[in-house]
Each structure stands twice: as structure tokens, then as C-alpha cells.
T-cell receptor
């Protein structure tokens, strides 16, 4: 059974800092991994999607990497801003096309 | 292009009642999946529909059901509500629900059971 873990659970950083969020999964037989952002009480916004055959994806200040063999993904955020404050979730799609989510990392960027 | 639309945005019900939530996917998307989000359990998969057929189901009791219409709009129903059903219910859509597709989420329906 696929399990997805995100570390740390919460993170507080000063504005301008570069940071890394971690996601690990137990079953490496995945089709893709997707990173989302969620603002309080709102839906999820897709940030990056990495296919199982890819190693990384980039969008603006965001870079996500995937190491399927070790069951790990990282989301790198460069030059963090207060507007980046949100919960970041990773999700893996595997067998049966089910998408399993991690519990998320709550990020707070201080001005 | 309009995003995924969920209605209503907020609902307050009492124990024992039933509730129906609605989800309109992005135009052209035929796969709709539903998730329950709670502070304790996080995001949990409920079920997924494609072309009016349920393709996948999570580990929820039979009180949770859903359906999809020919225009791809989907509804989920929860009968005999319990306090523990209080949650944010999210739906997501994609073209085919295929392995390489992104999921696009709606803003959710916040259900409170009193």
C-alpha cells in the first residue's frame, strides 16, 4: 500500500531564503508525482507535475526533482516571498490510477 | 476557460441527514475524482468517475456514493451524516484520468455536521 510522507510538517523562514521541501513514498511503481499548493480553506493549485520517466521540472522559482528508485522528491523554492506562505502537498499516482497525498508542509515566510 | 466548479461552497447539516455535493469539471474533462480533507486524516481519495462509470473507489463506507452525468458533471452523496463527516470535500478533474495527466481541483465544499 502506497504511503506518502512529507517532511518537515511545518517550516518558518525569513523572506528571501531558499528552501527545500521533502516528499517520500514507499512504492516506487508510480506514474507521476505532482506538487500542489493549498491556501487555507481553499482548493489545491497544481505547481509541477513530474512523470515517472523524468528527473525534474522547473517553473519560475520552483524546481521539483524525482528519484523514483529511492522513493523521494524535493521541491526547491528560490528566494522565498511572503506570498509563498501556504501548505504544500505532494501526491503520487500509482497502480489503479489512484492519487495518494502526503499530509503536507505548512510554510510561513516572514516579511 | 472556467475551472472546476463546486457547489455549494459551505453546508451545515445535522447528524442523520443526507447531503449532495456538486462538481462541474473543466470543459472537455471526462474524469472526475472526489477527495475528503480533514485535519486529522489529510486528503483521502473517495472515488473516481469516467464516462458515467465509477472506475476507482477508496476505503469509505457505503454511505458515501457518487454518480456522473453524461455532461461529465458529478455529484456525491453522503447519507446518514455523522459528526466525523465534517470536512472539506474536493473534486478534481482531468481529461482521461490517465497516468500522465495533471489534476485540477475545485475550491471545495466545506461541510459541517452538527
Amino acid at each position: 500500500k502506497q504511503e506518502v510522507t512529507q517532511i518537515p510538517a511545518a517550516l518558518s523562514v525569513p523572506e528571501g531564503e531558499n528552501l527545500v521541501l521533502n516528499c517520500s513514498f514507499t512504492d516506487s511503481a508510480i506514474y507521476n508525482l505532482q506538487w500542489f499548493r493549498q491556501d487555507p480553506g481553499k482548493g489545491l493549485t497544481s505547481l509541477l507535475l513530474i512523470q515517472s520517466s523524468q528527473r525534474e521540472q522547473t517553473s519560475g522559482r520552483l524546481n521539483a526533482s524525482l528519484d523514483k528508485s529511492s522513493g523521494r522528491s524535493t521541491l526547491y523554492i528560490a528566494a522565498s516571498q511572503p506570498g509563498d506562505s501556504a501548505t504544500y502537498l505532494c501526491a503520487v499516482k500509482g497502480g489503479g490510477f489512484k492519487t495518494i497525498f502526503g499530509a503536507g508542509t505548512r510554510l510561513f515566510v516572514k516579511a | 476557460k472556467a475551472g472546476v466548479t463546486q457547489t455549494p461552497r459551505y453546508l451545515i447539516k445535522t447528524r442523520g441527514q443526507q447531503v449532495t455535493l456538486s462538481c462541474s469539471p473543466i470543459s472537455g474533462h471526462r474524469s472526475v475524482s472526489w477527495y475528503q480533507q480533514t485535519p486529522g486524516q489529510g486528503l483521502q481519495f473517495l472515488f473516481e468517475y469516467f464516462s458515467e462509470t465509477q472506475r476507482n473507489k477508496g476505503n469509505f463506507p457505503g454511505r458515501f456514493s457518487g454518480r456522473q452525468f453524461s455532461n461529465s458533471r458529478s455529484e456525491m452523496n453522503v447519507s446518514t451524516l455523522e459528526l466525523g463527516d465534517s470536512a472539506l470535500y474536493l473534486c478534481a478533474s482531468s481529461f482521461w484520468g490517465a497516468r500522465d495527466e495533471k489534476l485540477f481541483f475545485g475550491s471545495g465544499t466545506q461541510l459541517s455536521v452538527l
